[in-house]
């Protein structure tokens, strides 16, 4: 028995495709519609929250709200400590995380033997990246305010949010290293760099606008966090300014919990105001990762 030829082959399977075309079609369609609807849905469940939130907040938004410390009066309330607590968590988190994350992610993609203990640390990193962050703020309660008996300070808060958001960072910049091709690597070995030399000069560089965004980003979550700090026990009320990292604090998202958690509402109205003020600071800490990813992206060596 003679086969089929390749042309008519093509010909019944194409009559066999035809007849559910369309019915394909109708099926991407639907699926296109409820993908739309939900994000429609999500755009507008949001843009309500934030006009609700600013249109409460908005009368209050003033210099002296700023520059004001917290108080019992709603008239005379400000966020000043919480603004410069945050600014104090972001600085230091970003000093200890930062090295730590980038030059694990360097080991783990460029020197790391594969094998069972690095799929085993890969496992871990994964797994610890989707922890809920109240579970860090216990690790640090047991770890740094007792253990090492930091107390309720800066510096406890800061390595709490570093146990946070390390691996976010390390997978983030896994992943800008691993974009970076690999002729580049092996191009510039064949050219007798070593490994240290390739990884300066040539994988840093490259993977750069990833590693920042990733590095904002992370710090981002950092900033917005409530649970972990609450856990080492980050004041809710404070009148003064921090002079040093084993000064109490408190921040932005603490000093909004404790405002909503009262009954007036006046210190609704202000809470309101205070989570106007983090989302702008979150919307430049995001736009500054895009500009810092489009900056590096048209400046890379390569």
């Known amino acids: 028995m003679v086969d089929a030829t390749p042309k008519a082959r093509t010909e019944v399977r194409d009559r066999n ?3 559910r075309l369309p019915q394909r079609r109708r099926k991407a369609l639907i699926v296109r519609g409820l993908f739309f609807m939900a994000t429609v849905f999500g755009l507008l469940v949001l843009m309500v929250l934030m006009i609700d939130v600013v249109a409460k907040g908005f009368s209050w938004l003033d210099w002296g709200f700023v520059s004001n410390f917290p108080s019992r009066n709603p008239e005379e309330a400000g966020i000043k400590s919480a603004i410069v607590g945050s600014l104090w968590m972001m600085g230091l988190t970003a000093l200890f995380a930062v090295p ?9 993609t460029e020197y790391a033997n594969r094998g069972w203990f690095y799929n085993l640390i890969q496992l871990n990193i994964a797994n610890l990246a989707g922890v809920p962050s109240v579970l860090y703020g216990i690790l640090g309660l047991g770890l740094f305010v007792r253990f090492m008996a930091l107390e309720r300070s800066i ?16 997978i983030s910049a896994q992943e800008a290293l691993k974009a970076v091709p690999q002729g580049i ?16 000069s040539h994988l840093l560089p490259i993977a750069a606008p990833g590693i920042m965004t990733g590095i904002i980003l992370s ?11 609450i856990m080492i026990g980050a004041l809710t009320f404070i009148a003064f300014l921090p002079e040093s990292v084993m000064d109490p604090f408190t ?5 909004i919990f404790n405002w909503t958690s009262r009954p007036q509402a006046d210190f609704q109205e202000i809470a309101a105001a205070a989570i ?5 600071f979150l919307f430049l800490m995001n736009l500054s990762a895009i500009s810092l990813r489009n900056h590096f992206e048209r400046n890379r060596p390569y």
Do not use: C, H, K, N
């Open 155 to 170: 510096l406890a808060g800061a390595l709490t949010m570093t146990l946070l958001i390390m691996p976010i960072l390390i």
């Open 100 to 108: 730590v994350s980038v030059g694990a992610a360097v080991y783990l």
């Open 185 to 200: 690597r092996e191009s510039a070995y064949a050219l007798g760099a070593t490994r240290s030399q390739v990884i300066w």
């Open 251 to 255: 921040v932005l998202p603490i000093q």
């Open 219 to 229: 710090l981002s979550r950092a900033v917005g966090e409530t649970a972990p700090l």
């Open 17 to 19: 495709f035809d007849p």
């Open 276 to 280: 106007v003020i983090l989302m702008i």
